[in-house]
Nanobody, 127 residues
């Protein structure tokens, strides 16, 4: 497993932007598929974006497509989630998570395949 630390959450007005960071310690992050999940009170923890290690591919949930962008800087062992045009319904605790290194890229949607998790960072969007 790899240790993950999220940062960048906060309070922002509707229409604003935030950039979340997920810093990994230990092994080279480039070999991991990484996902950003979010969980609002009383709801499931859902995948909102993922970036695959082996192919130049990203995934976005329909609810964030066109507004969020996931990227990685392998030199800094960090994955980012740029969130633009934020809405009150984006309010949640955001978690980054990583699958096992060199895992199957086809499993990026499976929450159970993510075995390293950060502590979460709160994002609150006011109307």
């Amino acid at each position: 497993q790899v240790q993950l630390v999220e940062s960048g959450g906060g309070l922002v007005q509707s229409g604003g932007s935030l950039r979340l960071s997920c810093a990994a310690s230990g092994r080279a992050f480039s070999s991991y598929t990484v996902g950003w999940f979010r969980q609002a009170p009383g709801t499931e923890r859902d995948l909102v974006a993922a970036i695959l290690w082996s192919v130049d591919m990203t995934y976005y949930a329909d609810s964030v497509k066109g507004r969020f962008a996931i990227s990685r800087d392998n030199a800094k062992n960090t994955v980012y989630l740029q969130m633009n045009s934020l809405k009150p319904e984006d309010t949640a605790v955001y978690f980054c998570a990583a699958q096992a290194p060199y895992g199957s890229p086809s499993l990026y949607r499976k929450r159970d395949e993510y075995n390293s998790w950060g502590q979460g960072t709160q994002v609150t969007v006011s109307s």
